[in-house]
C-alpha cells in the first residue's frame, strides 16, 4: 500500500552565483529528497479527477480529416500514427483512472460527466474569447453539418477540424474547469489543500483569441485557434475565480509540459503582471510562422507583464532529466517569488517516446510525476487539465501515476540523471537570456520574426460571412 507524502519544503534547490539556480546532488533524483506539502497538517489532499467519458470517446474529427488529408482509411490512419480518439482506442484512459480512483478512494472523488456548459458570458469574460470567433465556431459546426466528410477546417493552418459537435464539447469541457476550479478554491472544514484534474476533449492550450488578437487582426482567429484547441479553458477558469473571489485569488501560475508551447495561453496573459505562465517544449519555432508567439526563451511577456512569462525550450532528444533540471534551477524559483494563490497544470502527454506528434521529446512517465509533485510542493491548491497525447496504454499508464501525486503519493520511478551532451552550455546560455532584459523581444518581434530560409508567401484571405 502507498504512503502519503510528507508534508515540508520542495525539492532543494540553492542560489547559483550568478543568480540562476543550481540543483544539489539529491535533486537529480527527487524521490529519495522530494517532501511536499499535502495541506495543513501535513494531511493528504482531496482530489477530485473529472473525465468526460462520452466525449472522450468519442471519434474526432481531427482524426477523420488527417485520414482524408493523406488519401486513406481512418483504419489504417490510425494504424500508421497511433492516434487514440476513437472509441476503440481511447477506452484504456477512463477505464485506467476509474481504477486508480477506486484504489485512492474515498480520498479521490471520480466523476465520469460534465453537467455544466461553459455559456458565452463566462467565456468572454474580460475579453477571453473573442465574440467573432464564438460566431465562426458555430458558423463552421453547421458547414460540418451539411459537408459530406463531416468536419470542416477551422483555422489556416488545418489543424483544427470542426465536427458538428466539437463546439458543445468544448464548453463542457471548459465547465469541468470552471466547476472543479471552484471546488478547489473553497476552503476545506479539515483545513486538507484541494486538488483537481479534468480529463476531456478538445484540448485548449493552442487557442489565443481574444478581443486583443482580434483588435491586431481581422483574420486573427483563423491562426489563433489552431492545433485541435477550440476553446482555452485554463484562460477561462482563471479569469472566472479572479472575478469571483478577486481578495482571495489574484496571483496565479500555469505551468504548461505539454511538449508544444503553450502559445495560446501565453498570449492571453502576455500583459498581465499576476499570471506567470511557464511553458516547458520542444523548441520548433524555426519551423513556422505561426503561432504569433514562438515559445523562445526571449518571450517574456510585455508592459505590466513583462517577465511573467517564462518560456523554456528543449532541444529535440532530449527527456526526463534535462526538463526537471529546467524546471528545479529557473521555473520553481520563479513559482515560489510569484506566490501563487493557485496553480493551473497544462499536461500533454504528447511528450512520451514514441507519441506520434512527440516532436523527438523522449519523456517517461517519471516527468510528469516528478513535474507535477514540485509544483504541488509550491501551490498545493492546484488543477490540472489534459492538453495533448496520443498512445492509448502509455498515456493511461502515465495519467494514472499523476493521479497518484497528486492524492499525496510520492513519485514512483526516479527520474534519469543523464543529461545530454551539452546541456550544461545549452542551460546556462538559456539562464542568461532568461535574466537579461536586453535580449527580450517586443511583441512586434515575436509577430514579424520569420526563420531564415522560410517562404512566407502572403495568402489572400478570404472573407469571411458576418452574422
Known amino acids: ?117 461553459a455559456t458565452d458570458r463566462e467565456l468572454q469574460l ?90 491586431l487582426e481581422r483574420h486573427a482567429w483563423r491562426h489563433a485557434a489552431h492545433g485541435g484547441c477550440v476553446l482555452n479553458e485554463t484562460a477561462v477558469a482563471v479569469r472566472h475565480l479572479r472575478a469571483r473571489a478577486p481578495a482571495q485569488f489574484r496571483r496565479f501560475v500555469v505551468v504548461d509540459v505539454d511538449v508544444h508551447f503553450g ?19 520542444v523548441d520548433q519555432s524555426d519551423l513556422h510562422v505561426f503561432p504569433y508567439l514562438k515559445g523562445k526563451a526571449e518571450e517574456r511577456g510585455s508592459g505590466p507583464g513583462r517577465g511573467a512569462t517564462l518560456n523554456l525550450p528543449l532541444a529535440e532528444g532530449m527527456g526526463d532529466a534535462e526538463a526537471m533540471r529546467l524546471l528545479n534551477d529557473y521555473a520553481l524559483p520563479a513559482v515560489r517569488k510569484h506566490n501563487p494563490d493557485l496553480l493551473f497544470l497544462s499536461l500533454g502527454f504528447d511528450g512520451l517516446q514514441g507519441d506520434p506528434s512527440g516532436a523527438g521529446i523522449r519523456y517517461t512517465k517519471a516527468f510528469f510525476e516528478h513535474a507535477v509533485a514540485v509544483c504541488c510542493a509550491v501551490c498545493p491548491r492546484s488543477v490540472c487539465t489534459l492538453q495533448g497525447g496520443y498512445l492509448p496504454e502509455a498515456m493511461a499508464d502515465a495519467v494514472a501515476a499523476v493521479l497518484r501525486v497528486l492524492a499525496g503519493r510520492l513519485p514512483a520511478q526516479p527520474v534519469s540523471a543523464e543529461l545530454a551532451e551539452g546541456f550544461e552550455a545549452f542551460s546556462a546560455e538559456l539562464g542568461r537570456t532568461l535574466q537579461e532584459p536586453t535580449r527580450w523581444w517586443s511583441v512586434g518581434r515575436s509577430f514579424d520574426y520569420v526563420p531564415e530560409g522560410f517562404d512566407c508567401e502572403e495568402e489572400e484571405e478570404e472573407e469571411e460571412e458576418e452574422e
Open 1 to 117: 500500500m502507498e504512503s502519503p507524502a510528507p508534508s515540508g519544503a520542495g525539492v532543494p534547490v540553492s542560489s547559483g552565483a550568478d543568480g540562476a539556480s543550481s540543483q544539489g546532488p539529491a535533486a537529480e533524483d527527487v524521490r529519495g529528497s522530494l517532501a511536499y506539502s499535502a495541506g495543513d497538517g501535513g494531511s493528504s489532499p482531496l482530489l477530485r479527477v473529472q473525465a468526460l467519458e462520452e466525449d472522450l470517446l468519442t471519434l474526432h474529427a481531427e482524426v477523420e480529416a488527417g485520414a482524408s488529408d493523406v488519401g486513406t482509411s481512418v483504419e489504417t490512419f490510425l494504424d500508421a500514427t497511433g492516434f487514440w480518439d476513437t472509441p476503440h482506442r481511447a477506452r484504456a484512459l477512463p477505464q485506467t483512472v476509474r481504477l486508480v480512483c477506486e484504489g485512492l478512494a474515498p480520498q479521490v472523488e471520480y466523476i465520469a460527466s460534465s453537467s455544466r456548459s
Open 126 to 215: 474580460g475579453g477571453t474569447t473573442a465574440a467573432r470567433y464564438l460566431r465562426q465556431l458555430r458558423h463552421a459546426g453547421q458547414r460540418a453539418r451539411k459537408a459530406d466528410a463531416g468536419w470542416v477546417w477551422l483555422d489556416r493552418d488545418s489543424s483544427s477540424a470542426v465536427a458538428a459537435g466539437t463546439e458543445a464539447a468544448a464548453r463542457r469541457a471548459v465547465g469541468a474547469v470552471l466547476s472543479s476550479t471552484e471546488w478547489v478554491a473553497e476552503a476545506d472544514p479539515r483545513g486538507r489543500a484541494r486538488r483537481a484534474c479534468v480529463l476531456a476533449r478538445p484540448p485548449g492550450h493552442h487557442n489565443g483569441c481574444d478581443e486583443r488578437i482580434e483588435a
Open 263 to 281: 502559445d495560446g495561453t501565453a498570449w492571453h496573459f502576455y500583459e498581465d503582471p499576476d499570471v506567470l505562465c511557464v511553458s516547458v517544449h
